[in-house]
């Protein structure tokens, strides 16, 4: 069974940075995507981006593209998500997804990390 | 980008009910959508792929239709353990976007 385990909740302060992270186990990350999608208070989801940890090839959303910063570690099997220069409006629950080949479902999701931001 | 327009916004239902959901994309899509499940305090679970294939371990109540713009998500016999938010999510193009949400009740 796939299980995507993420790192945990996180305080930052404007202007600064947090990395998150998604284990994953039961499958090996080479042969997937690995999706991030996020979910402010509230409010539906929002997709920021994709990787191809094989190649670390990215693919975001327009808005998140000076924002998110996706990167994988095969070695690990673990895809990480840095997100820089936080506002208070970055404040959301964070999820990573497991997209299997050949299609452009999330097929498995992390439990989510929230993010606060605040001074 | 492709808009997905899901309706309605919220749903209430009695127990045995049948429900639909509806999600219309801003241009065609190519049966290239998915419906999730959001159960209160956890993650998204994937129900349908493909417009209308089930997900492996997804009860058979749960059945999704539709081509071109246009699809819905159809609970039949509604149970307790329904009550959650249903969203969909094309991924036709990038960048993939869902749509805001179905939040379903029980009567």
């Known amino acids: 069974e796939v299980q995507l385990q993420q790192s945990g909740a996180e305080l930052g302060k404007p202007g600064t940075s947090v990395k998150l992270s998604c284990k994953v186990s039961g499958y090996n990350i080479r042969n997937t995507y690995m999706h991030w999608v996020n979910q402010r208070p509230g409010k539906g989801l929002e997709w920021i981006g994709r990787i191809d940890p094989a190649n670390g090839n990215t693919i975001y959303a327009e808005k998140f593209k000076s924002k998110a910063t996706l990167t994988a570690d095969t070695s690990s099997n673990t895809a990480y998500m840095q997100l820089s220069q936080l506002k208070s409006d970055d404040t959301a629950i964070y999820f990573c997804?497991?997209?299997?080949?050949?299609?452009?479902?999330?097929?498995?999701w992390g439990q989510g990390a929230s993010v606060t931001v605040s001074s | 980008d492709i808009q997905m327009t899901q309706s309605p916004a919220s749903l209430s239902a009695s127990l045995g009910e049948t429900v639909t959901i509806e999600c219309r994309a801003s241009e065609d899509i190519y049966s290239n959508l998915a419906w999730y499940q959001q159960k209160p305090g956890n993650s998204p679970q994937l129900l349908i792929y493909?417009?209308?294939s089930l997900a492996d371990g997804v009860p058979s109540r749960f059945s999704g239709s539709g081509s071109g713009t246009q699809y819905s998500l159809k609970i039949n016999s509604l149970q307790s353990e329904d009550v959650a938010s249903y969203f969909c999510?094309?991924?036709?193009?990038?960048?993939?976007?869902f749509g805001s949400g179905t939040k379903l009740e029980i009567k």
């Open positions: 997804a497991l997209n299997y080949p050949g299609t452009g479902v999330m097929d498995a």
């Open positions: 999510q094309q991924y036709n193009n990038y960048p993939f976007t």
């Open positions: 493909d417009a209308n």
